[in-house]
């Protein structure tokens, strides 16, 4: 049976016996305190901890799932081994209060020997027997089912059923939740099967387990106690993966003399396939003993599980929106990128060939996974855009490390070396251990935290930042805000005054105020008290949902005062303008750029909008308008947008929530027709139509991966054109022409432009090349080095470049030290030949005693330097005395 058998046969198996087959989770999972789905069960914690009801009580299905980072961080060990990946589909079957431990064991034992024909006698099973101080008893109801099978099959129970404590077999959600003993199955897969159990829980790879029986019956409660659960549940999970490498190692179970791997399996092959035929060498299933000291087909081996393992993980996780970045799961899947690269390198893979292998993943996948085929074209432009931005890096990056490896001595790279590296040219400091290792170098970790450290605390030092404190910690009542619908007139009662260095902020029980949060400004308006109108500038909201009103320090108020509160209507509108307007944007994104848009942050004031969100490329013309012509129908559309409040377990499926976030157990959902749904306790306006008008200002990049749409509507919108069309008006007048002529009109200029530039380079060469034969004919000669220096005028730094190589390479020079006057400021550039280098000219430091001579910025490598200066030079200002 080749893999697409095998889940299709499991999937069969247990729908014929009352399971509704259910679709796998995403791998960017729903639980903030995850990095990726990781487990089949990721999906129904919700339904375990009460908090979405059971729609089926037996279910099934093969789960997407990614293991690398966190506690799950094995990524090292991947492709050294058969058995580690990053990627891997976990097959399981699910019992919500149905059945339990007898029908879960039964299945199992049903599904391996009599469907999939797994011999009985290589079997053995685990059950939980706790230690000293373990919770919970002797699990003798699973014995005893697993006995009487066993008995019934003529085998010894007693040789095939192996006792466990805690830590191999009792399952736990957390320290408190759901829990319980488990029960594991394995395979001897030893050439004779005479291991009598006692392989298992070794580490050996010819003993595996192949499946895991989990029995929640238990609540761990908070002071270590386990009380029963009123329901039962039953948990699988079995890895694809590796019950694929074991049928097809074993050839259906009738050779056992191949050592088993799971990269032998059709999940695998057809990728080595494809890298055989980009790179021309052949995967031949070595492994090394040792990493370092192996042969040359075990490093190809190597190289070939890394990234085939690699390029399934990257192609699901892109598939699903995850895309490469500097944080969290973003930096994860880049680092997975970046090692399958490296090891592409030791193979000789022609650049830009990941793009090929992505597609060759997407074409075996899809039809158990059609998000892949959908999701293609982001796929393939995700990773061949990092791809290409690596490939830079890495180029640079290898050329400063073999400079460092050659001046290592005491077998460990320092890590101000390995810092400078990462902070000046960008290459990961991952990379840096792992090029080391392969060296049999180390580096010092610890060295490079350190620097990394006082980076940071420079960066802290620079930033100014303002704190507020609660005076009375004692006083943590919510503050009751009534601003969705009453914004003037709210009465309410002072309850704290809390002063800052240059202000003071006041706490009242109700406020129709919206605090700071969620990207949403504060609001601002007025509070009237004893006759007098108190300016409130700002509003804050705190951990504990308490309201702080920003107000003058010197200002008068007593606690338990009633006062009246009125919020600056006209600014309120503008920001409620232009928080609807973020989530008809981000419904915009996802319909012109992709389902893989995700909110990476956002700011709304009354001013304009600011969007982060996740996306590899820059936009086009054509997507931009695109997203603005979308956003604009639905705002002619006139779309009512409306709140409400239910239960988190029951909110659509469809809706948007922010899993970094935390919600309690009821939400705002805020709907926008058939636009949007997303979780919002923002303030917004009743229908699109108010919004007026929506224009993007600039889209940029603010990070890898992440990108960055400032846009208006409403006032700040009509402003925005207005100017637009003034400008034009403006240039019109200026040229003379008509507004519809002025883009003729300046293309002309440009044109006219370019030439009389191409015109004065001309004269500029010219009288360049004819200073430059000039100093070279008054050539210097020092200790038997030629030298020149000499002064030009020259349009961009390069033309001095230029000029350098030209007196090393074509005059025989050995030290030209030349400077270019730029139209407000100079370069110096100084070229050494190998032969002026060999007696002791570095460029390097001449550079620096140029730059401390002239008041400028200069450094460099031994044969060439380059100075900034800030003002022109005169051939007067140029000596060479003391330079070299």
Not at 88 to 115: H, P
Not at 362 to 390: D, W, Y
Not at 731 to 740: A, C, E, H, N, R
Not at 837 to 855: I, M, P, W, Y
């Amino acid at each position: 049976m080749n893999s697409t058998e095998l889940r299709q046969s499991f999937l069969d198996f247990f729908e014929q016996n009352g399971h509704r087959i259910v679709s796998s989770a995403s791998l960017l999972p729903e639980s903030p305190n995850l990095l990726f789905t990781n487990a089949g069960m990721n999906q129904f914690v919700p339904i375990l901890l009460g908090e979405r009801a059971i729609q089926f009580s037996r279910t099934a299905d093969t789960q997407k799932c990614i293991r690398a980072g966190g506690k799950h961080n094995d990524l090292e060990d991947v492709g050294f081994d058969t058995y580690h990946h990053t990627f891997f589909e976990m097959l399981g079957n699910w019992s919500f209060g149905d059945y339990f431990k007898r029908e879960s064991i039964e299945f199992a034992w049903e599904l391996l020997t009599k469907v999939w024909h797994f011999p009985e006698e290589r079997l053995y099973v685990t059950v939980y027997s706790p230690g000293e101080g373990e919770p919970a008893e002797f699990d003798w109801e699973a014995y005893g089912y697993w006995e009487r099978i066993f008995e019934e099959e003529g085998l010894n129970s007693a040789e095939h059923i192996l006792r466990f404590g805690k830590k191999e077999n009792f399952w736990m959600m957390g320290d408190t939740g759901p829990c319980g003993p488990c029960s594991e199955i394995h395979i001897d897969l030893t050439e004779k099967g005479d291991s009598r159990g006692q392989l298992v829980n070794r580490d050996s790879p010819l003993c595996m387990e192949i499946w895991n029986l989990v029995f929640m019956q238990f609540n761990a409660q908070a002071d270590g106690t386990f009380a029963p659960l009123k329901n039962k549940h039953v948990d699988t999970g079995m890895g694809l993966e590796r019950v694929a490498g074991i049928v097809k190692s074993t050839n259906n179970f009738s050779n056992f003399l191949q050592p088993p791997s799971n990269y032998s399996s059709d999940l695998f092959t057809y990728i080595f396939d494809k890298i055989t035929a980009l790179c021309g060498k052949i995967y031949r299933g070595t492994v090394a003993a040792n990493r370092e000291f192996m042969g040359e087909q075990e490093k190809i081996d190597f190289a070939f599980r890394v990234i085939a393992d690699h390029i399934r993980a990257l192609t699901f996780a892109i598939g699903d929106g995850i895309l490469p970045g500097n944080e969290g799961r973003h930096y994860v899947l880049r680092r997975i990128l970046r090692r399958a690269i490296l090891f592409a390198k030791h193979l000789q893979l022609p650049v830009e060939n990941f793009t090929n292998l992505a597609e060759t993943v997407i074409e075996k996948m899809a039809s158990i996974f059609p998000e892949l085929q959908h999701n293609r074209r982001i796929i393939l432009e995700t990773i061949g855009a990092e791809e290409a931005m690596f490939e830079k890096t890495l180029d640079r990056g290898i050329l400063l490390l073999e400079d460092i490896f050659s001046r290592t001595q005491n077998d460990e790279i320092s890590g101000h070396d390995a810092f400078t590296l990462y902070d000046t040219y960008g290459f990961p400091f991952d990379l840096t251990q792992l090029m080391a290792k392969e060296r049999g170098l180390k580096v010092d970790e610890k060295s490079f935290q350190n620097e990394l450290e006082m980076q940071r605390e420079r960066a802290r030092s620079a930033q100014k930042k303002s704190h507020v404190a609660i005076a009375d910690e004692t006083f943590s009542e919510a503050t009751q805000f009534v601003g969705y619908g009453e914004l003037e007139g709210v009465e309410a009662k002072v309850l704290q005054i809390i002063s800052a260095e240059d202000a003071a902020f006041i706490v009242v029980d109700r406020t129709p105020f919206y605090g700071e949060m969620g990207g949403e400004m504060g609001d601002s308006g007025t509070l009237f008290c004893r006759g007098q109108a108190i300016a409130i500038c700002d509003t804050l909201r705190n951990a504990q949902g308490i309201f702080l009103h920003k107000i003058a320090r010197d200002v008068e108020l007593n606690i338990g005062e009633k006062v009246i509160l009125n919020v600056d209507i006209s600014r309120r509108k503008e920001i409620q303008r232009h928080h609807t307007a973020t989530h008809i944007m981000h419904g915009a994104l996802r319909k012109v750029l992709g389902n893989h848009i995700k909110q990476c942050g956002s700011f709304v004031e009354d001013r304009g909008l600011r969007f982060d969100f996740n996306h590899f490329a820059a936009l086009t013309r054509n997507e931009w308008v695109a997203i603005e012509d979308f956003v604009n129908t639905i705002i002619l559309k006139n779309l009512p947008v409306a709140a409400q409040e239910m239960p988190f377990r029951e909110i659509p499926s469809v809706c948007i929530a922010h899993f970094n976030e935390k919600y309690g157990e009821v939400v705002r959902v805020l709907s926008i027709g058939d636009v949007s749904m997303e979780l919002c306790g923002g303030c917004h306006v009743s229908a699109t139509g108010e919004l007026g008008i929506f224009k993007i200002v600039k889209e940029s990049a603010i990070a890898a991966g992440v990108r960055r749409i400032e846009a208006v509507v409403g006032r700040a919108a009509k402003e925005y054109v207005d100017h637009r069309i003034t400008l034009v008006e403006e240039l019109g007048q200026q040229f003379s022409v008509k507004d519809s002529e002025v883009l003729v009109k300046i293309r002309q200029l440009q044109h006219t432009k370019n030439v009389v530039e191409r015109r004065l380079r001309m004269v500029l060469e010219k009288n360049n090349r004819q200073i430059f034969d000039e100093i070279c004919h008054q050539a210097i000669y020092e200790n038997g080095l030629k030298k020149v220096q000499g002064v030009f005028e020259i349009e961009q730094p390069n033309d001095l470049r230029s000029l350098g190589t030209l007196a090393i390479k074509k005059e025989a020079c050995d030290v030209a030290i030349l400077a270019g006057n730029l139209a407000e400021s100079a370069v110096i550039t100084i070229n050494c030949s190998p032969k002026g280098v060999e007696n002791h000219c570095d460029a390097s430091r001449t550079a620096q005693q140029v730059a401390e001579k002239f008041g400028g910025r200069g450094g460099g490598n031994p044969s060439f330097g380059m100075v900034n200066l800030p003002k022109r030079l005169e051939f007067s200002d140029f000596e060479f005395s003391g330079l070299f």
